[in-house]
């Protein structure tokens, strides 16, 4: 977790949740199924001290890095070791960000059963706030932007699909997020039990294990999966 996701709000719609200044140049798009290294809206304080919706790409690279090679490898930052990593430290204490995300897939293979995916999205059809970091690297073709969300135990109900789930943030917390500084302890507190149980768990077709499929289909409810994989299958 989270290796994959959906956020497809506009530009527009997200400069006005966020109260974020859009330098996106138009350049948003919907995507349903995000994987490692795409492009992603972020809001992050900018240079010049205000709120800014920007395009990164998924996966942070240090500024340190002699390449961004190694960017799907950095897609996820722990929060039990973000505050101490080489890679990650630096950005979180000074430039951390919200993902923005309509909800995220997990896949989950119970015994005599295939794999099956599930969607995670808030059950009131409300935005999602990942926390996240993010760095600017410099190369050969100009400044890469680039960010990594933080992942944290997981809790209630999403536990049974997945053990790790995004840091969430709620609405309350997210100019403290952003703020330089502060708690490490507290910036990293998952939310409470009673929010996440707003999260539902909804299972989805498998065509959202290819990453070239993309499209509102692939959040769409379907009956969980209960056929055997074939060697599992019995005569007797």
Known sequence: M????ATTRSAGDLSVLFESADETA??????HNVAPTDP???????????????????GLVPPWSRSPAGAARMINARVETVATSRAYA?????????????GWYEWVRRPGEA??????????????AFAGIWSVWDGPGG???????LTTTALGELAEV?????????????ASWLGGGGDAAELLVPPPLDWLAGIEVRPVGPAVGDVRNDGPELTAR??????PEPEDMRLF
Do not use: I, N
């Open 90 to 102: 630096p950005a979180f204490a000074r430039r951390r960000c919200l993902v923005p995300a309509d």
């Open 26 to 31: 138009g350049a948003l798009v919907a995507d």
């Open 40 to 58: 992603v809206p972020l809001v992050r304080v900018s240079p010049a001290g205000h709120r800014a919706l920007s395009l990164g790409r998924w």
């Open 222 to 227: 379907v009956p969980p999966t209960r056929h």
């Open 162 to 174: 997945h053990d790790r789930m995004p840091l969430l943030l709620p609405p309350e917390r997210w």
């Open 2 to 5: 989270c290796g994959r996701y």
């Open 143 to 149: 400044a890469l932007l680039t960010c990594s969300v």
């Open 115 to 128: 794999k099956q995916p599930y969607y995670l999205t808030p059950l009131d059809g409300s935005v999602l």
